[in-house]
């Protein structure tokens, strides 16, 4: 069974897999607006979507380090750029949608928004904080920043993450079950991360591109 | 001369405690049944539970209102599957889910406190109580988001006028019922109940102030606050308490749901002000439902000629 998983893993089906699979809240997005079942407020509707998917592919892509280790699959690794992008394309769907109908496309309104209000301040910084790390994800720029400057500079997907579930904190008025519930799954990816690097000290890991 | 004495009573000739407290509904479905087979009826009042019998009914609206906006009201589909009713769950589509077996008659409104009459009305009569008035207004969440209604009712102050408040009262505190095994998901939300909400007297005596008990031509459905719910339009929504069982005229301001949760999110006056910002959010422009792009949110929601008076002289971001 576990060779067939591992063999699973590395077919390059499994990548088609993992990329229709995020592309699907997207067609179930559209399928529900072509049913006109978006609700009496879209646009609300539509980011809130878009929003919780950016963060649970965030999640889901921070599970990847974790998953590898505890399950000895270190082959998970292919999936985790691409889960990582996708998180970013849901984060750029989000962010459309408030500086379109929310803002109407004046950047400065959007900045005075940004300045004021924290909920929108640790939502923006999040999201321009993956920016860097989107353009940087492929083979040749791992090349040329060198494998532990690149896996420093994304560390940064550990705020982002975190900003994430405060920015959806803060939205919430007193039904804080769910950003709890992302919280709790962000702290124990987090503290996994945490213990792993207290209890061995090990020496520099090389970062295997995705292939 | 035989006296049945109590103990000769078993528990099987008591009318089992679920089959007492559908009694109605029991009837009526069998009333049903038997005239679905007698005529071959429309079969689709079956699955119509007891309270849509009263949520839906044509209302006689006999006046339409000169504080009626001429703005286009939204569809009855998006007043009914947008709502905000923690009871019946937080998600906006909630209440049009889980408000639909809601039990709305028999349905008793107390009105009481610093009162000379105290008394109690049933669903029935405070239909009947006043001529029913169509008040188109525009609804203004705190959320930032706006809808324009086709209310019915009539003005609060018919009502308080009637128990005729003694000198001592200032206030008007309202309360929802709460019933916890119609209401199964309140749990979750996060706010203590039975919701309450208040005014002040001046406000509850308000013209525009509307004690309401339809939209769009028909007694309230359930989720939008059946049977019986207030309108306040120049405040934002949370403050139109829904389902109401207790109207009290009281000395003192009362304790609001919202303030009680968030004393620095939410005030007791709460009236809409584009010029003060809830603080996690601006309230300077709102997305009225059916619409893409915000507009510009207005003082009082549009009803300064009528409310600013109450507010002569009050610092308005002290008393938000």
């Known amino acids: 069974m576990r060779d067939f998983f591992r063999k699973l893993l590395v077919s390059k089906w499994s990548k088609v897999a993992v990329f229709l ?32 998917w950016t963060l649970r592919l965030l999640l889901i892509t921070l599970s990847v380090t974790p998953l590898r280790k505890l399950l000895s699959l270190p082959n998970l690794i292919r999936f985790r750029r691409m889960l990582g992008l996708f998180a970013f394309s849901y984060a750029c769907l989000h962010f459309l949608t408030y500086i379109g109908p929310d803002q109407s496309f004046s950047l400065s309104g959007m900045w005075k928004d940004v300045v004021k209000r924290p909920f929108v301040t640790v939502g923006f910084l999040g999201f321009v904080l993956l920016i860097p790390l989107a353009l940087t994800s492929t083979k040749g720029w791992i090349r040329r920043l060198g494998g532990k400057r690149w896996q420093a500079l994304h560390r940064l997907i550990y705020v982002t993450a975190l900003c994430g579930v ?6 919430v008025k007193s039904d804080h079950r769910l950003p709890l519930l992302y919280g709790a799954i962000l702290a124990a990816l987090l503290l996994y991360r945490l213990v792993d690097s207290l209890l061995k000290p090990r020496p520099a890991v090389s970062v295997s591109p995705a292939s | ?87 019946f769950g937080t998600d906006k589509g909630d209440p049009a889910k889980y408000a639909k077996n809601f039990r709305t008659s028999p ?82 939300a996060g706010i203590d109940f039975p919701y309450v909400e208040g005014l002040r007297l001046d406000e509850a005596m308000n013209a525009l102030t509307l004690l309401c008990v339809g ?40 304790p609001t749901t ?29 997305r009225r439902l059916g619409e893409i792009l915000k507009r510009k949110t207005l003082m009082f929601n549009g009803y300064s000629d009528q409310v600013a008076s109450l507010y002569a002289g009050m610092d308005l971001k002290k008393y938000y």
């Open chain 2, 258 to 286: 919202w303030s009680r949760y968030a004393p620095t999110e939410y005030g007791f006056y709460s009236n809409v002000n584009p010029y003060v910002d809830h603080p996690r959010w601006s309230q300077a422009t709102e």
């Open chain 1, 166 to 171: 405060v920015h959806y904190y803060w939205l």
């Open chain 2, 107 to 188: 349905w008793t409104l107390t009105v009481e406190g610093e009162v000379k009459k105290p008394a109690q009305y049933s669903i029935e009569d405070i239909v009947k109580l006043a001529p029913l008035e169509e008040r188109i207004y525009r609804h203004r969440c705190v959320e930032g988001w706006s809808m324009v209604v086709p209310w019915i009712g009539y003005s609060l102050s018919t009502l308080i006028k009637l128990s005729e408040p003694t000198e001592k009262a200032r206030f008007v505190a309202f309360q929802s019922l709460y019933d916890p095994s119609q209401m199964p998901l309140a749990g979750r």
């Open chain 1, 21 to 52: 699979f995020c592309l699907l809240p997207l067609g179930y997005l559209g399928l529900r607006a072509y049913q006109g079942e978006v609700t009496a407020n879209p646009v609300e509707y539509i980011q809130h979507f878009t929003g919780d």
């Open chain 2, 1 to 87: 001369m035989s006296i049945h004495k109590e103990g000769d009573l078993t528990y099987a000739d008591v009318t089992p405690r679920s089959v007492y407290f559908n009694r109605r509904q029991i009837l009526r479905a069998m009333g049903i049944v038997g005239a679905a087979a007698i005529g071959g009826r429309v079969v689709s009042h079956l699955v119509s539970p007891e309270t849509v019998a009263l949520a839906g009914a044509k209302l006689n609206v006999t006046v339409k209102s000169p504080f009626s906006t001429t703005e286009k009201p939204n569809t009855f589909d998006d007043v009914t599957h947008y709502n905000n009713f923690y009871e």
């Open chain 2, 215 to 254: 939209m769009y031509g028909e007694s309230l459905p359930n989720q939008d606050g059946a049977p019986v719910r207030l309108v306040v339009p120049w405040k934002y929504g949370f403050k139109s308490i829904k389902s109401i069982v207790k109207i009290r005229c009281v000395k003192g301001e009362p």
